[in-house]
């Protein structure tokens, strides 16, 4: 089983940053990829940047060359960097860990953290 808890989340103006961590605990040696998704009021949750075990990476399009996923193995926790932020941003973000354990796959989530950019 996975723990995941996320941090970071706030009010920003557009075009500033938020760097959003997630740290990770359980059995992190059977979770395949961390990943970061969004939902927006009335919108479904979506994929904003993934990371997996091996370190390959990969982002939405729409967030492409402003937010980078990293992770910090010594500290078990997975960073969202965000810059250049936009009103469109705006959502609830999750902490998602893709776990692949005897009884097969399974996702654990974190709680979500609220992202707010005026514009």
């Known amino acids: 089983q996975v723990q995941l808890v996320e941090s970071g989340g706030g009010l920003v103006q557009a075009g500033g940053s938020l760097r959003l961590s997630c740290a990770v605990s359980?059995?992190?040696?059977?979770?395949?990829?961390m990943g970061w998704y969004r939902q927006a009021p009335g919108k479904q949750r979506e994929l904003v940047a993934l990371?997996?075990?091996?370190?390959?990476?990969n982002y939405a399009d729409s967030v492409k060359g402003r937010f980078t996923i990293s992770r910090d193995s010594a500290k078990n926790t997975v960073y969202l960097q965000m810059n250049s932020l936009k009103p469109e941003d705006t959502a609830v973000y999750y902490c998602?860990?893709?776990?692949?354990?005897?009884?097969?796959?399974?996702?654990?989530w974190g709680q979500g953290t609220q992202v707010t950019v005026s514009s």
């Open positions: 998602n860990a893709d776990y692949r354990g005897v009884a097969g796959r399974r996702d654990f």
């Open positions: 359980g059995i992190i040696s059977s979770i395949n990829a």
């Open positions: 990371v997996t075990r091996i370190g390959n990476t």
